[in-house]
């Protein structure tokens, strides 16, 4: 069983920054590939950004490349996703996922757990 719980979203202006959190309920969080996901309005869920397991490696989706930045803290039980110089178009529902017990490879495939999700609204 694992539980997710997302935090740190809000309303802010293009250009600002946000860091959203994810707090895990698991025993061995090192164990899973984590990542972020997003809805906007009217759209579908979209990747957004993945940590691999024990924090060895990154990947992101191209339109948040360079601005956005995903870590985790394995101590805590909870990865981050920093979001600098954001824009009006990265509004939206941001999602933490983990990847599950059975590994889909890099960058993961498929994730077994979700968040419930926390609104980012961006303004320009």
């Known amino acids: 069983q694992v539980q997710l719980v997302e935090s740190g979203g809000g309303l802010v202006q293009a250009g600002d920054s946000l860091r959203l959190s994810c707090a895990a309920s698991v025993r061995t969080f090192s164990a899973y590939a984590m990542g972020w996901f997003r809805q906007a309005p009217g759209k579908e869920r979209d990747f957004v950004a993945a940590i691999s397991r024990y924090s060895g490696s990154l990947d992101y989706a191209d339109s948040v490349k360079g601005r956005f930045t995903i870590s985790r803290d394995n101590a805590k039980n909870t990865v981050y996703l920093q979001m600098n110089s954001l824009k009006p178009e990265d509004t939206a529902v941001y999602y933490c996922?983990?990847?599950?017990?059975?590994?889909?490879?890099?960058?993961?495939?498929?994730?077994?757990?979700w968040g419930q999700g926390t609104q980012v609204t961006v303004s320009s």
């Open positions: 996922a983990a990847e599950g017990v059975y590994r889909s490879g890099w960058p993961p495939k498929q994730y077994d757990y």
